[in-house]
């Protein structure tokens, strides 16, 4: 789907170091999920945000929505071999109706 | 425990044959979904229900089909017609009552059409 656009695709850091993964629309979302998942597996839920300005943070992991709920971002401080995977942002959009939509995908990968 | 449950986790299936995809939830949520995901693409909706014997297509409906006869059960069908079956299918649900609410995902079916 072309609705959320997710940066970078691919993302390759040291351990240790911090980065942070983008998730774009050109419309206002009413809800943003932020999910990991490991390669072949189903996705596990981090983090919802809502709210315009909203930030959440869980472990080293920082989710905000921006003021105009239009780009959220997610930040990683200190990462760890244990945050490597796929991080995909998901939304709720609704002016297509009932529908939920996600981004392509960052594939993050720690070097120890 | 609640969950999603999805079997097989690999299938295998002869060009020209259709296949059903199981999925199956013990978390009482109203609403139900099927993903399709490529290698380096994002999740792609195929089909969604929310409500038992009530479905709507999502972006890549064609070559599927789907039942929702019972709340907990929301099978995929991969017809024939699907012109490139060979994917990772992932099956979710999530409640509607109370606003915004995450979806839950099932482990996934590997799908390999030979």
């Known amino acids: 789907s072309q609705e959320l656009e997710q940066s970078p695709q691919s993302l390759i850091v040291q351990e240790g170091k911090n980065l942070t993964i983008n998730c774009t629309s050109s419309k206002t979302l009413y809800g943003l999920y932020w999910y990991k998942q490991k390669y072949g597996e189903g996705l596990i839920f981090l983090m919802m945000l809502q709210k315009g300005g909203e930030e959440k943070s869980h472990e080293k992991i920082t989710a905000k929505l921006d003021e105009k709920k239009q780009q959220s971002s997610l930040h990683i401080t200190a990462s760890q071999p244990s945050h490597a995977g796929i991080y995909l942002c998901?939304?709720?959009?609704?002016?297509?109706?009932?529908?939920?939509?996600f981004g392509t995908g960052t594939s993050l990968t720690v070097i120890p | 425990d609640g969950g999603i449950t999805q079997s097989p986790k690999y299938l295998f299936r002869k060009e020209g044959q259709n296949v059903t995809l199981s999925c199956e939830q013990n978390?009482?949520?109203?609403?139900m979904y099927w993903y399709r995901q490529d290698p380096g693409q994002g999740l792609r909706l195929i089909y969604y229900s929310q409500i038992v014997n009530d479905f709507q297509k999502g972006d890549i409906a064609e070559g599927y089909s789907v039942s929702r006869e019972k709340k907990e059960s929301f099978p995929l069908t991969v017809t024939s017609a699907q012109k490139n079956p060979t994917a990772f299918y992932l099956c979710?649900?999530?409640?509607?009552?109370?606003?915004?609410?995450?979806?839950?995902f099932g482990p996934g079916t590997r799908l390999t059409v030979l």
């Open positions: 998901g939304a709720d959009i609704r002016w297509t109706g009932n529908q939920f939509y």
């Open positions: 978390l009482n949520h109203d609403a």
């Open positions: 979710a649900s999530r409640t509607t009552r109370g606003g915004m609410n995450e979806q839950f």
